[in-house]
T-cell receptor
Framework: NAGVTQTPKFQVLKTGQSMTLQCAQDMNHEYMSWYRQDPGMGLRLIHYSVGAGITDQGEVPNGYNVSRSTTEDFPLRLLSAAPSQTSVYFC?????????????FGDGTRLSIL | SQQGEEDPQALSIQEGENATMNCSYKTSINNLQWYRQNSGRGLVHLILIRSNEREKHSGRLRVTLDTSKKSSSLLITASRAADTASYFCATNQAGTALIFGKGTTLSVSS
């Protein structure tokens, strides 16, 4: 049981490049979400999904796309990378979107945009 | 925008001492959760307290919730070096996503 797996762990991009951060969970969780963590800012919600085929925007969605074609996977796409997107990205999942559910986090992807 | 705000931002104590962190939030909530983050790792869920609960224990952790003051506290008793980490509170209202505070960085020295 691997939990939440994020790949890659580290990535360096040039401004304007695109890439996809992968997130997979093997716990059959309905709810998945993406956060970015910046120094002094805590975690901010980018996008979330309450089930396959359903996604919604969080607090800071601009510059990011998501899709949820399967229960297991929730990739985050950077369309045209900008230095302001340099951050640590975390994917999380929980059994459902109900508020009494603890979140399970991956170990993050550390992304630098030059 | 941040819902929860932890206080203090940083805390340094000796092994064996107790550590207390506080969290204040702005709007009514369904529950409040505390998470720990070790350096370079993802967040790990510690404890969840519902809005109708006032206190909850889990091992060396004690969490209180005061909905009238919109605040919560996390007490770690008899701290160990392994407790060195950042601690975050997170809240949500019914049907909304979990919103995290900025965290308290705890350093426990031996």
């Amino acid at each position: 049981n691997a939990g939440v797996t994020q790949t890659p762990k580290f990535q360096v991009l040039k401004t304007g490049q695109s890439m996809t951060l992968q997130c997979a969970q093997d716990m059959n969780h309905e709810y998945m979400s993406w956060y970015r963590q910046d120094p002094g800012m805590g975690l901010r919600l980018i996008h979330y999904s309450v089930g396959a085929g359903i996604t919604d925007q969080g607090e800071v969605p601009n510059g990011y796309n998501v899709s949820r074609s399967t229960t297991e996977d929730f990739p985050l796409r950077l369309l045209s990378a900008a230095p302001s997107q340099t951050s640590v990205y975390f994917c999380a999942s929980s059994p459902s979107h109900y508020s009494n559910q603890p979140q399970h986090f991956g170990d993050g992807t550390r992304l630098s945009i030059l | 925008s941040q819902q929860g705000e932890e206080d203090p931002q940083a805390l340094s104590i000796q092994e064996g001492e107790n550590a207390t962190m506080n969290c204040s939030y702005k709007t009514s909530i369904n529950n409040l959760q505390w998470y720990r983050q070790n350096s370079g790792r993802g967040l790990v869920h510690l404890i969840l307290i519902r809005s109708n609960e006032r206190e909850k224990h889990s091992g060396r952790l004690r969490v209180t919730l005061d909905t009238s003051k919109k605040s919560s506290s996390l007490l770690i008793t008899a701290s160990r070096a392994a407790d060195t980490a950042s601690y975050f509170c997170a809240t949500n209202q019914a049907g909304t996503a979990l919103i995290f505070g900025k965290g308290t960085t705890l350093s426990v020295s031996s």
